[in-house]
């Protein structure tokens, strides 16, 4: 629905403003690119922590089946023990028996030939659980080894995250109580600035402050260059009655988010194909729209920043 909005803006744009045919094709086609992109990384960071939660329930079996495995292993160990000290005390038995009566010598014979084989029986069932023991121990300790070489990897990209969130707070302290919010979750960071910092209702043209505050986030982004750089336009739930090429919140908010996309492109340091434009229109609130200090908060524009996860695909497919 979004790509036929943008694409009935930007038909009229192109009769209202005798835009080319071929800068609209090439914006339709960025536009996609960006899109599809978008989606690789949210299929990306889902597969990713489906085979993180995969890879930990495999250690938990394995650690599971180890502490059977030593268990069975110490019954046996049990067990032919026992025999075997029966099988001394046959012996001592045998040999008192030996100087009284031929047949209680043959009975015990026979007897100690049964214990022999029981015995010999036992020690190769220890044997075969003492080799299915060592390799459910080398198994683990390779899965082991998988699951930590993946969560040095996860806590190195929090750790990045991290910095970045602290080094964003530090560039746009100026603007703290006027909208503007810096978070971290789930691996990203999160930057959330109010309209009324960045534009007056029903326009899509950033002002001054707003301006600056956006070009002071995009220094921080060109030291970064391996961060995925999501923009999303965030409208609250009062119908767009404006004039001109805008026909609902969705345009409004797509028109936000490109918006600042544009002053982000001025800062040469920032990769394009790191960046993403999106409209969401009022349907992501973060407040009610019953009142309006909620509304304020849910007109705004979110900046999402992600790890590339290159490392992790590597190691996952290994």
């Not at 990713?48 to 394995?62: G, Y």
């Not at 028996?97 to 209680?104: G, H, I, R, Y």
Request: aromatic fraction near 4%; charge should be neutral; include cysteine.
């Amino acid at each position: 629905m979004i790509k036929n909005n943008i694409l009935t803006l930007f038909t009229l744009v192109v009769l209202a403003s005798c835009v080319s045919p071929k800068v609209y094709k090439e914006l339709e086609a960025k536009y996609a690119d960006l899109k599809s992109e978008n989606n690789k990384l949210l299929k990306n960071n889902l597969a990713f922590s489906k085979t993180k939660t995969a890879s930990d329930n495999e250690l938990k079996q394995l650690q599971a089946a180890y502490e059977e495995a030593v268990a069975q292993r110490n019954k046996y160990q049990g067990d032919y023990n026992a025999a075997k000290s029966n099988l001394e005390n046959l012996k001592n038995s045998y040999n008192a028996l030996e100087k009284n009566s031929s047949a209680s010598i043959a009975s015990n014979s026979q007897k100690n030939r049964e214990l022999l084989a029981q015995l010999e029986a036992k020690e190769q069932a220890l044997a075969a659980e003492n080799a299915r023991l060592e390799n459910l121990k080398n198994e683990l300790e390779n899965r082991s080894n998988r699951v930590a070489e993946l969560e040095q990897v996860i806590a190195s990209k929090d750790a990045a995250m991290t910095t970045l969130k602290n080094a964003i707070s530090s560039a746009l302290t100026d603007f703290e109580g006027k909208g503007l919010t810096v978070e971290q979750r789930d691996g990203k960071v999160y930057v959330s600035m109010e309209n009324k910092l960045l534009f007056n209702s029903g326009s899509w043209a950033v002002g001054s402050e707003g301006s600056r505050a956006v070009k002071q986030l995009g220094s921080v982004l060109g030291e970064n260059p391996e961060i995925a750089v999501l923009i999303e336009g965030h409208t609250d739930n009062v119908p767009y009655t404006g004039n001109g090429v805008l026909t609902s919140n969705w345009d409004l908010s797509t028109k936000r988010a490109t918006a600042i996309v544009t002053i982000l492109r001025e800062n040469n340091a920032i990769i394009p194909e790191n960046l993403t434009a999106a409209g969401r229109g009022e349907f992501a609130p973060v407040a009610s729209n019953t009142t309006k200090a909620g509304k304020a908060k849910n007109r705004r524009i979110e900046v999402i920043l992600t790890p590339k996860l290159d490392q992790l695909s590597k190691l996952l497919s290994e």
